[in-house]
């Protein structure tokens, strides 16, 4: 009797084990898309910066020259 108590209790904890796993498959298969997205913005965010680095770069030697302040160096 105690075996079977035994058998059954380890049946449940099996059981128990494998609806974690999935559980746990499913929030990592969610965690890896939240990655994938959080990447891409990033992409974009890191794109967006160097295009208006570029732009400020571009007119800081105009805003110079207007002023006069150390034009064509």
């Known amino acids: ?20 796993g999935r559980q746990m498959k499913k929030h990592i298969t969610e965690l890896e898309r939240a990655n994938a997205e959080t990447l891409e913005e990033l992409r ?14 571009e007119l800081w030697p105009d805003v110079l020259d207007e002023t006069g302040d150390l034009s064509r160096n």
């Open 44 to 57: 974009q965010t890191k794109a967006l910066l160097e295009r208006e680095l570029e732009r400020s770069r």
């Open 1 to 20: 009797m105690t075996l079977a108590a035994a058998a059954g209790v380890l049946y449940f904890y099996s059981m128990f084990l494998e609806a974690r």
